[in-house]
C-alpha cells in the first residue's frame, strides 16, 4: 500500500471518529427561539450533544426535549456504546 493512500485512510479515520454536533436554530410552539443539536451516529454521545450546547450557550441552558437512544447512567467506558447499530440522538435546548 503506498504512503499516500495510507495517509489518506488514516486521515479519514480520524475525521469519522472526531465526528461534530450539528446545531441549527428552532422556533419552538412558545414562540421561544431553541436549538436543535444532532449528535446521531456510533462516533457521538450524549455527552457530545451536551457539550455542544454548553458551546452555543456559554451562560448555561435549559433542556427542552431529547429524541434517540436513552442515555446511559452509571456504566464506565463508553456510555452510549451499542456497536453495529446506527445510534439517532437529538438534544432541543434553550440559551440562558
Known sequence: MSTLLRTTLASLAVLAVSACASTSPTILKNGQQGLN????????????????????CP????T????????????????DADLG?????????VCK
Not at 451562560?59 to 435549559?62: K, N, V
Open 59 to 62: 451562560a448555561g441552558y435549559q
Open 85 to 93: 447499530n446506527y445510534q439517532t440522538r437529538s438534544l432541543v435546548v
Open 37 to 56: 443539536i444532532d449528535c446521531s451516529g456510533q462516533a457521538m454521545s450524549w455527552d457530545k450533544c451536551d457539550e455542544q450546547a454548553r458551546l452555543e
Open 64 to 79: 427542552v426535549a431529547t429524541q434517540g437512544v436513552p442515555r446511559r447512567t452509571g456504566e464506565i467506558g463508553l456510555a
